[in-house]
């Protein structure tokens, strides 16, 4: 979808949900890398052109500009999943989908538990 590149039909019909978190991930921290190299320019050209930079208080990159993602959290990707948590998610799709089979088998209605 959009800039991630993937057609909208096979993002929403035919990828696992655990693939879409994959992808997800993927790209927000693609975009991390980003933003910090610009981070990382705009210090350099700032400590040019600036005497007293470290008068100020700016000795990294991070002291001039801190992202969200930098700062603590209780969470340790921001809001997306931990690996576990993907794991687990499979884990259960996987014994719904083998439930489903097996009803489906012996002829029963394919209602959820």
């Not at 655990?18 to 991930?25: G, K, M």
């Not at 794991?87 to 439930?99: G, K």
Request: proline share 5%.
């Amino acid at each position: 979808m959009g800039e991630i590149g993937i057609d909208r039909d096979k993002y929403l019909y035919e990828l696992p949900y655990w693939e879409i978190l994959l992808i997800a991930r993927g790209y927000s921290h693609r975009n991390r890398e980003m933003w910090s190299a610009v981070r990382w320019a705009a210090f350099n050209i700032m400590s040019c052109s600036m005497a007293n930079l470290k008068e100020a208080g700016i000795h990294r990159p991070t002291d001039l500009l801190q992202f969200p993602w930098e700062k603590s959290s209780s969470l340790p990707h921001g809001n997306m999943p931990s690996d576990d948590e993907i794991a687990e998610a499979q884990r259960i799709i996987q014994e719904e989908n083998e439930r489903l089979a097996r009803e489906a088998q012996e002829g029963k209605p394919q209602d959820a538990k």
